[in-house]
C-alpha cells in the first residue's frame, strides 16, 4: 500500500492559495488541504496522513480523520517533523511504501535514508492539479451523456420524464 505523509503546515505555506487562505484564516487552509487531499486519497489510492504542528494548536495530541484522510496534531514539544519521521519508520514494511510531502530539504534527507520516498509541494500540487483536470474531464463526460433509453423518446417526451423523476410536476 502506498502512504503519504504530509507535512501539512509545510504545504500550505509552499501553495500559493492555501498561503493566501493562511494569511486571512488559518483553520481554513487547514481545512482546505484536508479535502484536497481527501480528493488525492480518492483517486489515487494512496492512504493520506497529514501532520500538523502542535504549537499552532494548543493542547495535547489530537488525531482524528476527516473524508477518510487521518489528521494528526502532535504533542507539545513534537514537530510534524519528528512525528513524520517515527511514522515512517513505523509504517515502513514489505507491503507499505512510504511517501512524504514536503519542501523542507533536511526533513526531505532524513526520510530518504529511511527509504521513503520524497514528493516536494511543488510536485504534489502539479499532481494534484492533474488530478483536478482529470476529475473535471470526467464529469463533464459523464454529464453531456444522455441517458440511454430502450424506446426512443422525443426530447419533449425525455424532459417530462425528467421533470417527474425529479419531482418537479
Known sequence: MDILLVDGYNIIGAWPELRDLKNKDLSSARD????????????????????????????????????????????????????????????????????VATSDFTEQWVIFGQGALRKSARELLNEMNLIENSIEKKVKKIQEKKPVSKIPLSD??????????RGDQ
Not at 56 to 70: A, H, I, P
Not at 156 to 165: D, G, L, P, S
Open 156 to 165: 419533449e417526451v425525455a424532459e417530462i420524464f425528467e421533470k417527474w423523476r
Open 32 to 99: 482546505r488541504l484536508i479535502e484536497k487531499m481527501a480528493e488525492y486519497q480518492g483517486y489515487s489510492g494512496y492512504r493520506v496522513i497529514v501532520v500538523f504542528d502542535a504549537h499552532y494548536v494548543k493542547g495535547t495530541e489530537k488525531k482524528f480523520k476527516n473524508s477518510k484522510v487521518k489528521v494528526i496534531f502532535t504533542r507539545n514539544n513534537e514537530t510534524a517533523d519528528e512525528r513524520i519521521e517515527k511514522l515512517a519508520i513505523d509504517l515502513s514494511n514489505i507491503k507499505n511504501q512510504i511517501h
